[in-house]
């Protein structure tokens, strides 16, 4: 196994920059070996890795999906 640098340092990406990277590194394989594997975690990637959306498809919808975003609110 390669090994794997990653940048978790928050001004990059956020509160989620170390989960986005490693994603980044691990979705794309799993997409080809246990789809079904991401497709239960489609909500999760999407919001921890927004780069990856194109990659993975929304199989659930959340609740702030049915809401316009101006009602939305960060809890």
Known sequence: ???????AD????????????LLGHLVPAELERRPELVA???IEIRAAAPHL??????????????????QRVLV
């Open 10 to 21: 928050r001004r990059i990406g956020g509160p989620y920059t170390l989960a986005a990277a």
């Open 53 to 70: 959306r194109d990659r993975v498809p929304l199989r659930r919808r959340s609740l702030a999906d049915t809401l316009p975003r101006e």
């Open 40 to 42: 239960a975690h489609d």
């Open 1 to 7: 196994m390669d090994t794997i640098f990653i940048d």
